[in-house]
């Protein structure tokens, strides 16, 4: 469910469960915080997310949530584990970004998408509050974009999500998949001390404040009326 492997001295984590539209479940977000783990001891010089061609993630899997009282922890240390990685983390987005993979990328210091790619926000659809990834989200692009987006409840594309701040680099999908190779090999010519220290001037302590219990006990209430 998820692949890893190493290119041009970068980390590349790829969702890999397309029968489930590459949702989030306990055992990738344990591989994902493995990797990530082993890859901030090596010299690698930065961590990589990326889907397939028609969809980066669609966030948690709604049954592992309902069905797993740990889940939402699972999660919201998913997040912690990448915002306070001291490499940067770079989220290369084609196709659909949706719930959680929208919190991947806000949490991502660079956000590179091609510009058929969409995200969107579903979780009033559920009766979910997104509120494990709202302070990740709300620090990237503020709270009245953020509460925009979720209630109104549409799904925004590539260049609209530019305008707004939750992408930093929008690419042409014709060119897209050469564009994005070509943009990480001049990245991973940098040097890692110095790639360091860019990210140490903008790393967030992660020290947020959120009740996990209260918006688990919201959730799972609404998810069963």
């Known amino acids: 469910m998820i692949k890893n492997y190493v290119e041009n001295e970068l980390n590349i984590i790829q969702f890999d469960r397309k029968n489930k539209a590459n949702a989030f479940n306990g ?3 344990k591989d994902i915080i493995k990797i990530l783990k082993k890859a901030e001891k090596s010299s690698l010089k930065a961590h990589v997310f990326i889907g397939n061609e028609n969809i980066f993630s669609s966030g948690a899997d709604l049954n592992w949530l309902r069905d797993n009282n740990k889940s939402y922890e699972g999660l919201l240390n998913l997040y912690f584990e990448i915002n306070k990685c001291k490499k940067m983390v770079i989220s290369v987005i084609e196709g659909k970004c ?12 660079i956000v590179l998408a091609c510009s058929s790619a969409t995200f969107k926000l579903p979780e009033s659809n559920h009766n979910i509050t997104p509120g494990i990834l709202s302070p990740f989200l709300i620090n990237r692009i503020g709270k009245g974009k953020f509460l925009s987006l979720v209630l109104n409840d549409k799904e925004i594309g590539a260049n609209e999500a530019l305008s707004i701040g939750l992408v930093d680099i929008c690419l042409d999908k014709s060119s897209f998949k050469k564009d994005i190779k070509m943009w990480l090999e001049k990245f991973s010519k940098y040097k890692l001390d110095y790639l360091l220290s860019l990210k140490k001037v903008s790393l967030i302590d992660g020290k947020f404040k959120i009740d996990l219990n209260k918006i688990k006990k919201i959730n799972i209430k609404l998810l069963n009326e």
């Open 27 to 29: 055992e990738m977000i």
């Open 98 to 109: 949706v719930g959680g993979g929208v919190g991947i990328a806000s949490i991502s210091d």
